[in-house]
């Protein structure tokens, strides 16, 4: 039973930057794609960071230069690093995963076709 467990939200004034991590189990589950998905009220969820099982990583057009996405493998943690925060990357982050590759193609937030398996509970972030 794959768990996803979210942490480090919090609120933050606009140009300021916070970190999330998730932590994966069981260490075991391997060959997929992570990612990082947020909701704000009112709003579809949306696709904000990729990381595949190759290391490759992918972001929507609204964070990239901002957002950093990365993995330790060692501690089994994915991670989102968010700078420069603006009022509308508020939302609730989601940390996300699912196979590598569908029909042969990669799955990344790039290519919109994420297949998500498993879901955190969510981090609150906002940002003012």
């Known amino acids: 039973h794959v768990q996803l467990v979210e942490s480090g939200g919090g609120s933050v004034q606009a140009g300021g930057s916070l970190k999330l991590s998730c932590v994966v189990s069981p260490t075991s589950y391997s060959s997929r794609t992570m990612a990082w998905s947020r909701q704000a009220p009112g709003k579809e969820r949306e696709g904000v960071a990729s990381?595949?099982?190759?290391?490759?990583?992918h972001y929507a057009d609204s964070v990239k230069d901002r957002f950093t996405v990365s993995e330790d493998n060692a501690k089994n943690t994915l991670y989102l690093q968010m700078n420069d925060l603006k009022p509308e990357d508020s939302a609730m982050y989601y940390c996300?995963?699912?196979?590598?590759?569908?029909?042969?193609?990669?799955?990344?937030?790039?290519?919109?076709?994420?297949?998500?398996?498993?879901w955190g509970q969510g981090t609150q972030v906002t940002v003012s």
């Open positions: 990381i595949s099982d190759d290391g490759i990583t």
């Open positions: 996300a995963a699912g196979p590598a590759r569908v029909g042969g193609h990669p799955c990344t937030v790039a290519a919109n076709n994420l297949k998500i398996d498993h």
